[in-house]
């Protein structure tokens, strides 16, 4: 019997079958660690107001409903049959969407109505959403034969899915400490296994012609470890979300607690003596210095939470850096889709890390400019380039309007652009289909102008006040645009610190204007600059023997899979400072790519080593961090690298810097 592409039968034979017993423990470590997140961020949700309602209620949907998924297709990993089982991706993609949608529409039915009744409502949704999920991700299975389920397991499998899903709406709604929460994701995880495991009770596979392949298939193991490693990615997002939203508020709450005591003491100090009033300010004064001190204690910690994050990004981008330039294996049009979506996927967060990291930079008065003259004309029609796909996918037009002369401004070159991407991609983003976004360049007395106007739907009058404001989006309910609400806030305070000023005028349903107001300078000054970067260009990596020193195992693999694009390089790898220094001095490389971030010895301390050597003080060395620190990048530019590269990886980068280290004579940059 066969209901929507479903075959059933009770009495069909298949081949035997069994579970890799370490696998379906990951399996199960994995539904339980994406539980414990996706409750710790639902908590949030039920304080959570405005904008950070919504944002705590997707992150759990997202979190919950991949790591579901997750658990999944690691579980179909530990399913052994005689055959060889692969992958349909569409169906793939498409059940992970299912598990999300499905979580985000039960935890909004338990927003909505609350009680018994939005527990049961959200617990079917969610459960059918996984039960859907599941039986997909089998569809999406391609092996030689024929795959049947016994009706009554079936069954038996959609009850515990609506079930399982029931109680952790429940679960949601009712617990508040990390205790709790913690026992409910180990009661969590054994219900979302227990429903996949009872599901494959009932699988019966028979041996046969099986499907045609319509396309290029993924690969169990493939796959798997791929989703192993975004899911670890979102999880870590959303632990260190929830940790940073807890810990502020904790000192929001204990600063106010403070403030409200001392204030009472203050009462009683002006009521009994006067003389105690200085006291009491003393105290205030106090408590001020230290409110700042949990400021840039928080502005410091996101700086350091960003370079953490650096270190999976750099195995996520590099690695599809790698697949996007491999000539010598092209990839069908299928997986350059999927590949494409994972390097803007991971390109989009990296661009967030950066926003955070630049404005906690400003908060904490660490944020430095290069000012110098700039061809704004020039930056603008450079991103235009690059947004016009963009634009061309959304039915917008990018127009850059010839000035009526050359003009030039005083400003930090990359800050600019910066800004400019910010607002030209807004103005994509939040106008019309078929709509039009236009940059205008004019002069104004001393002054420059650079104007982005788009025919977008406007501002509402009511929004400009807080227009500006951290965490602020300028999009409308269910305008599916993503972002944190930094952009704009960030983009105002980097112009300012250009001594520049950023305006807008909007008129609702017209569209809006956002002006960069910044001084002239003289076009001439220009050309001398334009000429160098025009000169900088990377050509082929040089044949060279190269020793990359790094103790991280996600780094060590992605070098070696460059090293193996590129062709010309002889790859040597050092884990340990020790054993780098040792292997410097037998091998003698042309180059050292070292990692700044060593256990027992740091990078600066090895090559303090390398230089006291005489056998390998000439060596070229060339620095790799994930910290991006002001002080820690000044430090490692003016320690003697011959090059200083910040992770993620950009491999046009590394090539250049290698070429300049082995072959200095040639006019080759070095990008940092």
């Not at 999944?72 to 692969?86: D, G, N, Q, S, W």
């Amino acid at each position: 019997m066969e209901i929507l592409g479903l075959c059933f039968s009770s009495r069909v034979e298949g081949v035997a079958t069994d579970h890799d017993g370490a696998l379906v423990v990951i399996s199960y470590l994995v539904a339980a660690v994406a539980s414990f997140t996706a409750l710790d961020m639902a908590e949030r949700l039920n304080s959570a107001q405005g904008p950070a309602r919504r944002f705590w209620h997707l992150g759990a949907a997202a979190v919950l409903g991949g790591g579901v998924w997750s658990m999944h297709f690691i579980a179909m990993l530990a399913y052994r049959t005689p055959f060889k089982v692969e992958y349909d991706p569409g169906l793939t993609i498409l059940s992970g969407a299912i598990a999300m949608i499905a979580t985000a529409g039960g935890l909004k039915a338990i927003t909505d109505s609350g009680g018994w009744r939005g527990i049961l409502t959200g617990g079917t949704l969610v459960g059918l959403g996984v039960a859907v999920m599941h039986y997909m991700g089998m569809e999406a299975m391609r092996l030689p034969g024929e795959v049947y389920y016994r009706p009554g397991f079936f069954a038996l499998s959609v009850l515990i899915a609506v079930a399982a899903a029931s109680v952790a709406l429940w679960l949601v709604v009712n617990l508040r400490t990390a205790r709790q929460r913690g026992a409910a994701a180990v009661v969590m995880a054994a219900a979302i296994c227990g429903m996949h495991f009872t599901a494959m009770a009932g699988t019966v596979i028979v041996a046969g012609p099986g499907q045609a392949a319509d396309g290029e298939l993924v690969s169990g193991a493939l796959l798997s470890a791929t989703i192993v490693a975004c899911t670890a990615l979102i999880l870590t997002v959303g632990l260190m979300c929830a940790y940073i939203d807890r810990r502020l508020e904790a000192r929001s709450l204990a600063e106010a607690e403070r403030l409200r005591a001392l204030n009472g003491q203050l009462e009683s100090a002006v009521q009994l003596r006067t003389a105690d009033l200085t006291t009491a300010l003393a105290a205030l004064d106090e408590q001020r210095r230290r409110a700042e001190d949990a400021n840039r204690a928080k502005s410091d910690f996101l700086a350091n939470m960003s370079h953490e994050l650096r270190t999976p990004l750099n195995a996520v981008i590099g690695f599809a850096d790698i697949l996007r330039m491999r000539g010598s294996e092209p990839l069908t049009e299928r997986q350059t889709e999927a590949v494409e979506q994972i390097h803007t996927a991971g390109r989009h967060l990296l661009a967030l890390i950066e926003e955070v990291l630049d404005f906690a930079k400003i908060e904490s008065g660490k944020v430095s400019v290069s000012i110098e003259a700039v061809d704004p004309q020039e930056v603008a029609e450079a991103l235009a380039g690059t947004f016009r796909p963009m634009a061309d996918r959304a039915g917008i037009s990018v127009t850059i309007a010839a000035p009526e002369a050359e003009l030039a401004v005083r400003a930090d070159h990359l800050r600019l652009k910066q800004v400019l991407a910010n607002l030209i991609s807004n103005a994509i983003k939040y106008n019309r289909p078929r709509g039009s976004v236009e940059v205008t360049v004019q002069a104004q007395g001393e002054r420059v102008l650079i104007c982005v106007r788009d025919t977008g739907l406007g501002i509402p009058t009511g929004r400009m006040a807080d227009l500006f404001e951290p965490f602020e989006r300028l999009g409308r309910e269910g305008s599916g645009v993503e972002g944190a609400g930094l952009g704009l806030a960030l983009t105002r305070r980097l112009v300012e610190a250009m001594n520049g000023r950023l305006d807008v005028q909007s008129l609702e349903g017209v569209g809006s204007t956002f002006i960069v107001d910044l001084p002239a300078a003289e076009p001439a000054q220009v050309a001398a600059r334009e000429e160098d970067r025009r000169s900088a260009v990377v050509g082929k990596a040089p044949d060279a023997v190269v020793l990359y020193i790094e103790d991280n195992a996600s780094n060590i693999r992605l070098m070696r899979h460059i090293a193996e694009a590129l062709g010309s390089l002889d790859l040597h790898v050092a884990e340990l400072p020790m054993e780098g220094l040792e292997l410097a001095a037998a091998l003698r490389p042309d180059v050292i790519l070292l990692d700044i971030n060593l256990p027992g010895m740091d990078g600066f301390q090895v090559k303090t080593r390398l230089e006291a050597d005489p056998v390998t003080r000439d060596i070229p060395v060339i620095a790799i961090s994930a910290n991006v620190l002001s002080e820690t990048v000044t430090r490692g530019k003016t320690s003697g690298f011959h090059g200083y590269l910040t992770k993620p990886i950009n491999i046009e980068a590394l090539v250049a810097a290698i070429s300049a280290a082995v072959e200095p004579t040639p006019p080759t940059a070095i990008s940092a």
